[in-house]
């Protein structure tokens, strides 16, 4: 069984960074494509980024060069960097992991398995 757990979730002020980890069990995350995701209060959950088994990244436009994916296979972990941080950017971040994907990374039944969420609040 696959479980992840996401930590790392705070409250900030707003151009302050923060790292969330996303620590797996049960899959081999450099085997597979893992994603973050985020989703505030009222809003559809939104895309951040991901990383495929091979190590590249791709991010969405709105976290893009602020936000960085990198692993620790040795942990079996995933981090999502977050520098930066603006208001706009509080929500619950969850992280994901999909066995194949090359389309449709922003689409959350893309993936398999899902971490109950941290949340994240950036104040201005």
């Known amino acids: 069984q696959v479980h992840l757990v996401e930590s790392g979730g705070g409250y900030v002020q707003a151009g302050h960074s923060l790292r969330l980890s996303c620590a797996a069990s049960g899959r081999t995350i450099s085997n597979y494509a893992m994603g973050w995701f985020r989703q505030a209060p009222g809003k559809e959950r939104e895309f951040v980024g991901i990383?495929?088994?091979?190590?590249?990244?791709y991010y969405a436009d709105s976290v893009k060069g602020r936000f960085t994916i990198s692993r620790d296979n040795a942990k079996n972990t995933v981090y999502l960097q977050m520098n930066s941080l603006k208001p706009e950017d509080t929500a619950v971040y969850y992280c994901?992991?999909?066995?194949?994907?090359?389309?449709?990374?922003?689409?959350?039944?893309?993936?398999?398995?899902w971490g109950q969420g941290t949340q994240v609040t950036v104040s201005s």
């Open positions: 990383m495929w088994s091979g190590g590249n990244t």
């Open positions: 994901a992991t999909a066995p194949r994907i090359r389309v449709g990374v922003g689409v959350p039944t893309n993936y398999d398995y």
